[in-house]
């Protein structure tokens, strides 16, 4: 019963504001903006299992065996993974003094915790390639650039959202070893990042 709880889990809290189930699309924050992407739902599934094939350690409580098994991720070292550990941790000691804390939702604090660090790790890559492409266009000021980006971010801007998770799977075709959806992962994230780049470009020319 409990197992089949924890694959819920991983299938929800993996699919949630990302994948369309079943349909190889993947989503922005909302369904408004998608792209279909073949094959992604293989890879998709092949993370699912990387938590779903290891849930004895996670129910034996070897939380740091289990984020280890991670590091196959692009960009997951030895240093992220400890400090993704070290946060858990902390969050963990703070759920002791809490009432009503069960497996469920210890591992949906170490589900998120892995899939943000995931995602906010290579999305930074894009950013960066964001502001270089401006750079080079514009000899705007980097710090007016970020904060055309904050707001952009604040606004749940659907060039952003999509950006994000192409970039996302992204890092996991490439960490599974599917070149050719990364090749159109790289193709589509140029596409949303010159969106970007003409979106603040023409705001910050306004001014």
Known sequence: MVLERLYDATDNLINQQFYKGG????????????????????IIRKFKDLFNQNLDLFLDGKYLEFLNLFKRIKGMDENYIREIYQDLQLKFETLKEAENINTIIIYSLVLNSLISSIRDLNFGDSIKEIKKRILR????????????????????????????????LDTLAESFNYKK???????????????????????????
Do not use: W
């Open 23 to 42: 349909h190889d699309i993947i989503i922005g924050r909302t369904p408004e903006i998608s792209l279909k992407i073949s094959n992604s739902g293989q």
């Open 137 to 168: 266009k514009s000899k705007i000021n980097e710090n007016k650039i970020q904060e055309e980006l904050d707001k952009l971010f604040m606004r749940n801007d659907h060039n952003i959202s999509i950006l994000y998770n192409i970039s996302y």
């Open 181 to 207: 959806v990364a090749h159109i992962c790289k193709i589509q994230k140029s596409k949303f990042i010159n969106r970007i780049v003409r979106k603040i470009l023409f705001s910050l020319n306004k001014v």
